[in-house]
Nanobody
Framework: QVQLVESGGGWVQAGGSLRLSCAAS????????LGWFRQAPGKERQFVAT????????YYADSVKGRFTISRDYAKNTVYLQMNSLKPEDTAVYYC???????????????WGRGTQVTVSS
C-alpha cells in the first residue's frame, strides 16, 4: 500500500504561482512514478504531469508545458508541482497518484491522494 497526501492548494489571482506537494509513504512508495492529475467541476480527470521513480524523466500535458514544473525529492519521498502563470482554466482539484510508469493514462495509476483544491481568479 502507498499513501499519498497532497498539500499546497489555495486561491490565487491569474498570473500568480502555487506549489503543490505530495508526500508518499508506504514500504515501496519510492519505487513508483508519481503524477499529478486534475479535475474541474463537470469535467473528466485530466493528466497534468508525471515523473519517473528513477532518473529525470518527466512528461507534461500540453496545456501546462512551460508553466508547470514537476520535481521529486527522493530523500523526503515527496513530489512537487510548481505552478506559475496560473490561469482561471487551471482551477480544479489536483490529485497526486502513484503508478508503475510515468505516463498520462490515469487508469495506469494504482494509488491516489484525496486531492487539493486550486482556485485561480481572473
Amino acid at each position: 500500500q502507498v499513501q499519498l497526501v497532497e498539500s499546497g492548494g489555495g486561491w490565487v489571482q491569474a498570473g500568480g504561482s502555487l506549489r503543490l506537494s505530495c508526500a508518499a509513504s508506504g514500504r515501496t512508495s519510492s519505487r513508483y512514478a508519481l503524477g499529478w492529475f486534475r479535475q474541474a467541476p463537470g469535467k473528466e480527470r485530466q493528466f497534468v504531469a508525471t515523473i519517473a521513480w528513477t532518473g529525470p524523466t518527466t512528461y507534461y500535458a500540453d496545456s501546462v508545458k512551460g508553466r508547470f514544473t514537476i520535481s521529486r525529492d527522493y530523500a523526503k519521498n515527496t513530489v512537487y508541482l510548481q505552478m506559475n502563470s496560473l490561469k482561471p482554466e487551471d482551477t480544479a482539484v489536483y490529485y497526486c497518484a502513484a503508478g508503475m510508469q510515468p505516463i498520462g493514462n490515469s487508469a495506469r495509476y494504482d494509488y491516489w491522494g484525496r486531492g487539493t483544491q486550486v482556485t485561480v481568479s481572473s
